[in-house]
């Protein structure tokens, strides 16, 4: 596995997303046993980078990562994240960046973690209530502290990268970003390339939809949040059938499988991307993994950035509102 740096951070280019194994999709915390050797074997092919957050579960996915990293956290760069829940006394489903909450937040990520520091806590959105300077200011006081070893940022617009970089250096910036999701190009990649930061897109295989698998969302259970996701439902989900099926037309010309193919064609866009998809399986992490190995050609690569593009947007109305503050 090859390794890109993230500011000073050296990680795995291909990390590992652990959110489905406990939230968010049909069968989460179904079977930790597989999520736990799917995890181990991330290790063994030279995966060095794991995301999770405290809202996934919530908490469980956590704890579910700690027991995974039992006798081996040496080995990873582990990030996880704060702000979804308010520990501060602010009402259920608020954002909550204040410092007393990130404070307790942290101290219930250790204990769940097993561990004494996280290399990458990141705000998991920007919490209109708290200026990024009195959040960052906040982090950097856990830096010095020990707790946490790099500040992170999630859906962050690049006004606030800004001012939140001038308060302390920000490692490594997460935002959505595929083939069908092209969104940061434009405005946050240029802003993180002129600060040297990092760029880590999650949702790197289009909740799944890239790996040309999913045809239909009758299998989608009430847990899963696809089910009210614009690009999965309706006229949207029909239409965006033809993105697979490009890709899918790749993926038989380089011998290889469609996921590889999305994750290769990220890894194009530069030494500074660390994608982390998701799963819950073994053979899901080996695939994804082997996606190291792919060599695109020119013509391929043109292919793919050429796609039509999506229709919907990337979250229901409420999660569109919390992007780029």
Known sequence: MKHVTLGDLYVSRIGLGTMGMSHGYTGAGMDDAE??????????????FLDTAEVYGPYTNE????????GRRGEVVLATKFGFLSHAGRPSGQLDSSPASIRTAVEGSLKRLGTDY??????????????????????????????????GLSEASPETIRRAHAVHPVAAVQTEYSLWTRDPEARVLPVLRELNIGFVPYSPLGHGFLTGKIRSTDDFDDTDWRKNNPRFTGENFQRNLRIADEVQAVAIEAGVTPAQ????????????????????????????TAADAVKLTLEQIEQLNNLTPACGDTHDEAGMRLLER
């Open 118 to 151: 996280i290399d990458l806590y990141y705000q998991h959105r920007v919490d209109p209530q708290v200026p990024i300077e009195d959040t960052v200011g906040t982090l950097a006081e856990l830096v010095t502290e020990g707790k946490i070893r790099h500040i």
């Open 261 to 288: 193919v999305a994750l290769a064609w990220l890894l194009t866009r530069g030494e500074d991307i660390a994608p982390i998809p998701g799963t819950k399986r073994v053979a899901r992490v080996e695939e994804n």
């Open 63 to 70: 704890e579910l990562v700690g027991q995974a990293l039992k």
């Open 35 to 48: 999520s736990i050797r799917t995890i181990h074997r991330a290790l063994e092919l030279g995966v060095t």
